[in-house]
């Protein structure tokens, strides 16, 4: 009888474990470690791994468009690879004209904190201004600079410095 009753147990706990969640049951977030990791596998195998992406959202810009360019030393001038990534911005911004913008300017680590302050204000001028050139309304635009105290990667050396020379733009 004992044996019956556990076979039973365990039968349930596999039926269950193998059970697709319910919209419900998956933001929950519901269930131990077992029946989780469960769930996991099987949402994998039916469902995309991430939701999707909200249209007109940082995460849309990140994703499918970029949403930052880059500078060489001590310069504010866009390369043809900044000025590619911004006409996607611009053509996205166009597709949600509801979505207003900050371009943040970014220096490296190197000179004092007055000149990247300064030099950040132009990088996120030049990349506004160039928005601007291509039809986006300079109201939906706002710059700032944060000069060298927001680096994007730690490190005093030229690959870390090249990522911290930028532009970035965040949606509102």
């Known amino acids: 009888m004992r044996f019956k009753l556990t076979t039973l147990i365990a039968a349930a706990f596999l039926v269950t474990a193998c059970e697709a969640p319910t919209d419900e049951t998956a933001t929950a977030g519901s269930g131990g470690a077992s029946s989780a990791s469960t769930s996991s596998t099987v949402t994998s195998t039916t469902q995309p ?4 992406i909200v249209p007109g959202t940082q995460e849309d810009l990140v994703v499918n468009i970029g949403d930052r360019v880059f500078f060489a030393f001590d310069k504010s001038n866009l390369t043809a690879e900044s000025r590619a990534t911004l006409e996607k ?7 949600h004209p509801q979505v207003t913008v900050i371009i943040e300017g970014h220096a490296d680590e190197r000179g004092t904190r007055e000149y990247n302050i ?17 039809g986006v309304d300079a109201g939906r635009i706002t710059t700032i600079s944060y000069g060298k105290e927001r680096p994007a990667v730690a490190g005093s050396n030229e690959e870390a410095w090249g990522q911290n020379r930028r532009a970035v733009s965040v949606v509102n």
Not at 118 to 134: K, M
Request: avoid cysteine; hydrophobic fraction near 45%.
């Open 118 to 134: 300064a030099l950040g204000d132009r990088r996120a001028t030049s990349a506004r201004d160039y928005l601007i050139s291509l």
């Open 89 to 95: 911005q611009a053509a996205w911004l166009t597709q």
């Open 49 to 52: 791994a991430q939701p999707s």
